[in-house]
């Protein structure tokens, strides 16, 4: 599936500033960490496959790089489990 322009960047703009990822106790949105049109992309090229599984799919597809790039994390393994659902919330209009 497809989106358009507009609802890419509309879906980007949603999960900038509702989507975060933790480390420790700070939360970092990821309009901050510079993720969500990364996110946005990779949620896009799977929206085929329902909101839940395209969630998880684009979660760890996003490698978020640790220490100057050093060491890369799949996003997935930074966003805690509230956010995934939250995700799959966005993402349902889309499918």
């Known amino acids: 599936m497809t989106l358009s322009a507009q609802d890419l960047a509309e879906l980007t703009s949603a999960l900038a500033d509702r989507l975060y990822l933790q480390v420790a106790n700070w939360n ?8 969500a049109a990364t996110l946005a992309s990779e ?3 799977r929206l085929d496959q329902g909101a839940a599984v395209c969630a998880r799919q684009a979660l760890e ?6 220490g100057g790039g050093a ?25």
Do not use: F, H, S
């Open 43 to 45: 949620c896009a090229a």
């Open 28 to 35: 970092l949105y990821l309009g901050d960490a510079g993720l």
């Open 61 to 66: 597809a996003v490698q978020v790089g640790i």
């Open 71 to 95: 060491t890369r994390l799949p996003l997935a393994r930074l966003v805690p489990p509230g956010q995934l659902r939250d995700l799959e919330e966005l993402l349902q209009p889309y499918c």
